[in-house]
């Protein structure tokens, strides 16, 4: 980093500043953000503000400037709190956590990435093939996540709409050597339907951009987005994103992880199954529920290689428990629909829960390495998505938004309640400041 780019502009920790008011805490932020910094500290939190366009501030020559640096000793940034998360668990052997909070569009997902990018950047290169396997799958395992969990929305072109907690393994020399993720709240109601100007998932436009031709004859789409209800809404939007690049990508980082190209196939298979279900009509004839086009379901139960009777069954009746009797009840036109709906979210998620697993079996530490150096440290990395309001609110979003109240408190917590009482106990005197 030059010389010029080190200077600083305002308060660079909140921190020093003389008086502390919403005003001038706006001000400081918006000085700095101006002067192209993005970062500000507060104690021991970093403040981001995203710019919205890509910035050199990530590459190798400003790693090697934070890598083994103390917190404050150079201006604020992403890699001073992830350098320390790495230092803090190597020093202590303890496990450490980074916590990323934000509304939607703020910049979370992409933060998670650069912080996974530099603590594979700073562990030692290895001479051991596992340990450099262990990175490669860590970072590619992102944009196999993004596809399949991520979305076009108002805010943000890729937004996460869903929660990811990475647990990275380390060994006892701070070598990575394997990982686990968990996932949380999918919004399977994207699948269905969309806000307007908003899309669902990228994996349903990748796969109908950038699939071959011969993939999907096979799969019986066509390119054409408009032509499926699921997708309809958001296949009018103009995007600056190339599906049919990203397509391509995402067939790749698969590859490499360790997907198995029938696996692959089958992940295609159901995100076409899904597409062909929300083109299924049903009809009323007399008081018997049809459905409109049995070619449909012909299709539908190829792609999910089961019998067409059953996908017909599945949608058409509801199994009912009376007693010790088990009956078939048919369903009525609306209930019908609302059935073959809730279908396409119940497989879209195992779908997605299934590729989050596959992951974990790949990027898991094999025990070889926790027997033989005894337990392994971890570094917690916490991305969930924003904090939105929609015209019209799903429950999910409700689960997302109190989500993130919670998380907040934690921060609220973790930050006031714990430097007051360390102010406490070395005898400083301070204004208390409540909270909830």
Known sequence: MAEQESLEFGKADFVLMDTVSMPEFMANLRLRFEKGRIYTFIGEVVVSVNPYKSLNIYGRDTIEQYKGRELYERPPHLFAIADAAYKAMKRRSKDTCIVISGESGAGKTEASKYIMQYIAAITNPSQRAEIERVKNMLLKSNCVLEAFGNAKTNRNDNSSRFGKYMDINFDFKGDPIGGHINNYLLEKSRVIVQQPGERSFHSFYQLLQGGSDQM??????????????????????????????????????????????????????????????????????????????????????????????????????????????????????????????????????????WIVSRINDIIAVKNSDTTIHGKNTVIGVLDIYGFEIFDNNSFEQFCINYCNEKLQQLFIQLVLKQEQEEYQREGIPWKHVGFL
């Open 216 to 353: 999907l004859r096979s799969l019986h789409l066509q390119k054409s987005l408009s032509s499926y209800s699921y997708i309809h809404v958001g296949a009018q939007l103009k995007s600056s994103i190339n599906d049919a690049a990203e397509f391509k990508v995402v067939a790749d980082a698969m590859k490499v992880i360790g997907f198995k190209p029938e696996e692959i196939q089958t992940a295609y298979k159901i995100l076409a199954a899904i597409l062909h279900l929300g083109n299924l009509k049903f009809v009323v004839d007399g008081d018997t529920t049809l459905i409109e086009d049995g070619k449909l379901v012909s299709i539908i139960a190829e792609l999910l290689s089961t019998k067409t009777d059953m996908v017909e069954k599945a949608l058409l009746y509801r199994t009912v428990a009376t007693g010790r009797d088990i009956i078939d009840k048919q369903h009525t036109e609306q209930e019908a629909s609302y059935g073959r709906d809730a279908f396409a979210k119940a497989i879209y998620e195992r779908l997605f829960c």
